[in-house]
């Protein structure tokens, strides 16, 4: 990270309420149309949301990397349409926070945040609607996927859960479901709730009920014959998105490690006594948030400063790592994965090259 960066990271952070109050302010006169028919508690919201960006456009600074702004404006646009704002609405978003960063900043600065305005501009100048379901009818179990996500749409708990039973009795390999039926289940009700199809209230039960029927699979998957090697898995301090590591654990359990599962936000200290209770081979952060990066790589330092013998391998994965290739390199770990399969094939590589 540039120094100049930086510093416009650290104003940005501290003004940040100043900013966003400016920005509504600005759009809610140039745009009451839109705005004033929500009412105080739609300003509420407006004023939150431009803390959100500003998050976003803070790590972009911080990793000197504008994609990451972009990326995330992209992912406003698709928000946008469905809940049926115009076009115009986002665009005149990004004139807004322009201006008064150009107002507020000196202008070596504000030359520096509008080539990260201009490239999320640039982006949803070209960013398609369009998003295909993820519950595709080329993928296994695609049958059983789109009956599982049915049932827990409508709140049929018990239908889902008994659909998955079933399906395991019958020979359905407990793998392809985690990958196929509630990976993917997952994924298709976040779409869902982008495109204003789906309520935060099913998409929360959805979660919910995911993990509850995951944990009735467990006399399947804690039934492997042990291998010796130990995982320690986490979210990182902050991460509340928890299902995609609890996952991760579940298939190194399958695959015969002893795995000790610390869940969502889980602070460094907390980690590192793990670290030292458990004595594992890999230890497996997730990130969901990219601008839970920083707090990600301070674990990382923390954790390499203490196993001063470097016996434990570090794996990250999680949606704040997919926008680049060589992310995790940069972060001080020992590999990326994309999936708990991945994560699995990896560590045994890793765990096999430490012998």
């Known amino acids: 990270m540039s120094g100049i960066n930086a510093k416009i990271a650290r104003i940005i952070n501290e003004q940040m309420e100043l900013l966003s109050e400016a920005i509504v302010t600005r759009q809610y006169e140039i745009q009451p149309e839109i705005w004033e028919p929500y009412g105080d508690k739609g300003r509420e919201f407006s004023l939150r949301d431009a803390n959100h960006h500003f998050r976003y456009l803070i790590e972009a600074l911080t990793e000197s990397d504008p994609t990451i702004f972009a990326n995330y404006v992209a ?66 179990l695609h049958d059983l996927a789109t009956r599982y996500l049915d049932a827990l749409l409508c709140g049929e708990r018990h239908l889902a859960s008994n659909m998955i039973l079933e399906a395991v009795e019958k020979g359905a390999s407990i793998k392809d479901i985690y990958l196929y039926v509630f990976q993917r289940s997952q994924y298709e009700i976040g779409r869902l709730w982008h495109l204003n199809r789906a309520s935060v209230a099913q998409e929360h039960y959805c979660s919910a009920a995911t993990q509850l029927i995951m944990s009735q699979l467990y006399q399947y998957i804690f039934s492997s014959e042990k291998t010796g090697h130990r995982l320690v898995a986490a979210c990182v301090g902050g991460e509340l998105h928890e299902i995609g590591i609890r996952m991760v654990a579940d298939f190194f359990e399958m695959d015969g490690w002893d795995t000790y599962y610390m869940g969502a936000n889980t602070p460094t200290s907390t980690i590192i006594q793990a670290i030292d209770s458990h004595r594992p081979d890999v230890l497996a952060i997730s990130a969901s948030m990219p601008f839970h990066r920083k707090t990600l790589k301070e674990l990382i330092v923390a954790v390499r400063d203490h196993d001063t013998d470097g016996r434990v391998k570090i794996l990250v994965g999680g949606y704040a790592l997919r926008s680049s290739q060589d992310l995790w390199i940069k972060l001080g770990a020992d590999g990326f994965a994309d999936d708990a399969q991945q994560a699995v094939s990896l560590a045994n590589r890793l765990s096999m090259r430490a012998l």
Not at 99 to 122: F, G, K, N, W
Request: proline share 6%; glycine share 2%; hydrophobic share 35%.
């Open 75 to 140: 992912w406003l646009k698709q928000l946008f349409e469905g809940l049926k704002f115009p076009p115009e609405a986002l665009t005149k978003m990004l004139e807004c926070t322009q201006e008064v960063l150009r107002e507020q900043l000196p202008e070596e600065m504000s030359s520096i945040t509008q080539e990260y305005v201009d490239a999320a501009a640039t982006r949803i100048e070209h960013e398609s609607l369009s998003q295909s379901s993820f519950i595709t009818e080329d993928l296994p």
